[in-house]
């Protein structure tokens, strides 16, 4: 069994292919800019300086469980909501597949949220604008806690570019999964509030002031189960950082 480091990498001891050929056109890797546990994401760029971004899914196992399977899955459902989301402004376009758990697409020029001091109140309202439209097909993004998901553009506006635990009204019928969807689409509106009181706390609504002091349970839940997962993970890293067993980049 391959170490606990190596476990939690989507590719194991293998990183993203130094190239890849889509639509007769050859892309080279520039960097590897995550490897988590459930995909690899990596640059890369064509002869004319093109750049896009290769997502691959989980291919090895886990406690002698096999994951392609999933990385398979994941990877058709995430193409699925990117192909729904075509004709959205922000939403990276997509290229096509690689191999069967990996997928492109257009890469968008910008940094993460995360590194941003201060932005304007102009750039919350098309944030909220763009989230509203996904939420108008029927999709909850539930990833907008997270300040790498959501890109500023060197255009000054917001980008959406990870669909992976995105969930779909469609895919399940019933009044049960319809209140679900909604409540989750809340937590999206949340989110992007608490992202405005850190960047922008001046542009703050009575609204956004009434749902910040609020907490609902699916927030709460949601952070009971992922916390012990990223403590093991940075604490696994760490360990084998300080023995000098340095894994590949992307692997932070």
């Excluded at 476990?7 to 995550?34: E, H």
């Excluded at 995909?39 to 004319?48: K, L, P, V």
């Excluded at 509203?132 to 959501?150: C, L, M, P």
């Excluded at 992976?164 to 689409?185: C, E, K, N, T, Y």
Aim: charged share 25%; aromatic share 10%; net charge positive.
């Amino acid at each position: 069994m391959p170490p606990p480091a190596w476990s939690l990498r989507a590719l194991g001891r293998d990183d993203l292919p130094p190239q890849f050929d889509l639509n007769g056109v050859r892309y080279r890797l520039d960097c590897t800019v995550k490897h988590d546990f459930w995909a690899a994401t990596g640059f890369y760029t064509d002869a004319s300086g093109r750049r896009v971004v290769l997502k691959v899914g989980r291919t090895v196992e886990f406690a002698a469980i096999p994951f392609r399977p999933v990385g398979r899955w994941l990877c058709r459902r995430e193409m699925a909501f990117f192909a729904r989301l075509a004709d959205v402004h922000n939403v990276p376009r997509l290229l096509g597949r690689v191999g069967d758990t990996g997928f492109v697409h257009d890469f968008v020029p910008g940094q993460p949220l995360r590194d941003f001091q201060r932005l304007g109140a102009p750039f919350f309202d098309d944030l909220s604008r763009l989230m509203e439209q996904v939420h108008g097909r029927g999709i909850a993004y539930i990833d907008s806690e997270k300040s790498t998901n959501i890109l500023v553009g060197d255009d000054g506006r917001p980008h959406l570019i990870d669909f992976q635990i995105s969930l779909d009204a469609q895919a399940v019928p019933g009044f049960l999964w319809q209140w679900l969807i909604r409540r989750l689409q809340a937590i999206d509106t949340y989110h992007i509030a608490k992202h405005k009181r850190r960047l922008c706390p001046a542009s703050l609504t009575a609204a956004d002031r009434d749902m910040l002091q609020r907490r609902t349970w699916i927030v709460r839940v949601h952070r009971a189960v992922t916390a012990p997962y990223f403590r093991l993970r940075r604490a696994t890293f760490q360990r084998l950082k300080k023995t000098g067993k340095l894994l590949p980049a992307g692997s932070d």
